[in-house]
């Protein structure tokens, strides 16, 4: 029986592409190097910001990685938060599954996370966030996903998990928990949902929950 939903954050939570091209940007500007590709937005939209940043700057070797990562530590992330998007059914499919199912997150965001559960007025929803600073391996690695299961107490069978990434369903893989993805009907995932309300006529939702 399921009893716990966890959520990934970007593209899932939020529309953030935008935000992280935005802010990734600015970084390689500071250091005057060239905007990022295509393929690079694609890179930093689903990996964090430590290996996001290797990654973008792997071409510029005149940069130092300590000195971008010193200026990141010290930029406030606030101004980039007016690209994010809630999605617009986020807030009442968290009425709707609370307090029948128990919530967290496992994101690749770092201390980020904390600013928009803030901005957004979501921390009361979420009773537990793994963010990549708290888990010693991030995603894809299973650490996040073990680390909620036991704070809860519960098997893998009794979770599932919301994402939207390669990397979300290698998440889940290497736990056997149960994926539904969230606006990619090319990932392989147990199901495929473009809203979340959809999310309430699943199979693991089959109970009736009440609105």
Same mark, same amino acid.
């Given at each position: 029986?399921?009893?716990?939903?966890?959520?990934?954050?970007?593209?899932?939570?939020?529309?953030?592409?935008?935000?992280?091209?935005?802010?990734?940007?600015?970084?390689?500007?500071?250091?005057?190097?060239?905007?990022?590709?295509?393929?690079?937005?694609?890179?930093?939209?689903?990996h964090?910001?430590t290996? =996001?940043?290797?990654?973008?700057?792997?071409?510029?070797?005149?940069? =130092?990685?300590?000195?971008?990562?010193?200026?990141?530590?010290?930029?406030?992330?606030?101004?980039?938060?007016?690209?994010?998007?809630?999605?617009?059914?986020l807030?009442e499919?968290?009425?709707?599954?609370?307090?029948?199912?128990?919530?967290?997150? =496992?994101?690749?965001?770092t201390?980020?996370?904390?600013? &928009?559960?803030?901005?957004?007025?979501?921390?009361?929803?979420?009773?537990?966030?793994?963010?990549?600073?708290?888990?010693?391996?991030?995603?894809?690695?299973?650490?996040?996903?073990?680390? &909620?299961?036991?704070?809860?107490g519960?098997?893998?069978?009794?979770?599932?998990?919301?994402?939207?990434?390669?990397?979300?369903?290698?998440?889940?893989?290497?736990?056997?928990?149960?994926?539904?993805?969230?606006?990619?009907?090319?990932?392989?995932?147990?199901?495929?949902?473009? =809203?979340?309300?959809e999310?309430?006529?699943?199979?693991?939702?089959?109970?009736?929950?009440?609105?």
């Amino acid at each position: 029986m399921l009893k716990l939903v966890i959520f990934d954050c970007d593209g899932v939570m939020f529309s953030s592409r935008e935000a992280n091209r935005i802010y990734y940007n600015h970084l390689l500007e500071h250091f005057a190097c060239p905007p990022m590709p295509e393929e690079d937005v694609d890179y930093v939209h689903i990996h964090n910001v430590t290996d =996001s940043v290797t990654h973008i700057f792997r071409n510029h070797p005149r940069v =130092s990685l300590d000195d971008v990562n010193r200026y990141r530590a010290a930029l406030d992330y606030t101004p980039f938060l007016k690209y994010m998007t809630m999605e617009p059914d986020l807030r009442e499919f968290l009425q709707r599954i609370r307090p029948r199912y128990r919530t967290a997150i =496992s994101t690749n965001r770092t201390n980020t996370m904390d600013l &928009i559960l803030d901005i957004f007025r979501l921390r009361p929803w979420f009773e537990m966030v793994v963010t990549a600073l708290d888990a010693p391996h991030p995603k894809p690695a299973p650490d996040g996903l073990h680390m &909620i299961l036991d704070h809860f107490g519960l098997r893998v069978e009794e979770a599932i998990y919301i994402g939207d990434s390669e990397v979300d369903r290698e998440h889940c893989a290497s736990v056997g928990m149960e994926l539904i993805a969230f606006k990619n009907p090319d990932l392989e995932a147990h199901y495929h949902v473009n =809203s979340f309300l959809e999310i309430c006529e699943l199979p693991p939702f089959a109970d009736p929950v009440a609105p």
